[in-house]
């Protein structure tokens, strides 16, 4: 089974400051995708940003950027120039793909992060 | 269109009580998840619809009752829940379980309290 583990429960950082939640997981597939996922106090799940295990580049998306060491099974997310909206609990996921399809998301336990005026 | 849209936002029921969950979609995704999600928890996965049949029950218990209607409906019948099944319930979507399209869109959950 595949696990992903958040060490850190909690973080914060200071307006227009740079983040990093870190994030493993564990799984004997070659085949996958992650994700980051962020959830605010309203309560969705908010797509934040996907790496394909395939892909040697590190995937971004403007503030957003990841740093994928497959071999190491590391997964982390960089948040530069934070903003006070960032301020909402991070969740990493895993999705293991195979020729019958891909299956559902699994989740780590979530960072919460604020950010600080 | 890009959300998952759920109703109600709220809901207050008995442990006596039938209720219904709604999830509505219309992105044309062929996959649709009921998650339960606890406090300060991540989401649990429940059961996951696949071109309307149901592909994964993760043991859920029988007083909750899923039901996908059409490729745009998912529903999550509830009957004498307990008191711990308080939680928000989250509905998401993807494309397909079988392509590489892979992003799952969440709704914004029905926070449940059972009483």
């Known amino acids: 089974a595949q696990t992903v583990t958040q060490s850190q429960p909690e973080m914060s950082v200071q307006e227009a400051e740079t983040v990093t939640l870190s994030c493993t997981y564990d799984?004997?597939?070659?085949?996958?995708?992650l994700f980051w996922y962020k959830q605010p106090p309203s309560r969705q799940m908010i797509l934040v940003i996907r790496?394909?295990?395939?892909?040697?580049q590190n995937a971004t998306e403007n503030r957003f950027s990841v740093n994928f060491q497959k071999a190491a099974k590391s997964f982390s997310l960089k948040i530069s120039d934070s903003q006070l909206g960032d301020t909402a609990m991070y969740f990493c996921?895993?999705?293991?793909?195979?020729?019958?399809?891909?299956?559902?998301?699994?989740f780590g336990k979530g960072t919460r992060l604020s950010v600080i005026a | 269109d890009t959300e998952v849209t759920q109703t109600p936002k709220h809901l207050v029921m008995g442990m006596t009580n039938k209720k219904s969950l709604k999830c509505e979609q219309h992105?044309?995704?062929?996959?649709m998840y009921w998650y339960k999600q606890k406090a300060k928890k991540p989401p649990e996965l429940m059961f996951v619809?696949?071109?309307?049949?149901?592909?994964i029950n993760e043991s859920v218990p029988s007083r909750f009752s899923p039901e996908c209607p059409n490729s745009s409906l998912l529903n999550l019948h509830l009957h004498a829940l307990q008191p711990e099944d308080s939680a928000l319930y989250l509905c998401?979507?993807?494309?397909?379980?079988?392509?590489?399209?892979?992003?799952?869109?969440f709704g914004q959950g029905t926070r449940l309290t059972v009483v």
């Open positions: 998401a979507s993807s494309q397909d379980l079988a392509t590489g399209k892979t992003e799952a869109f």
């Open positions: 799984t004997s597939e070659n085949n996958y995708y």
């Open positions: 790496q394909e295990a395939y892909k040697q």
């Open positions: 996921a895993f999705m293991k793909h195979r020729g019958s399809g891909n299956t559902p998301l699994v």
């Open positions: 992105m044309g995704h062929r996959a």
């Open positions: 619809y696949s071109y309307e049949k149901l592909s």
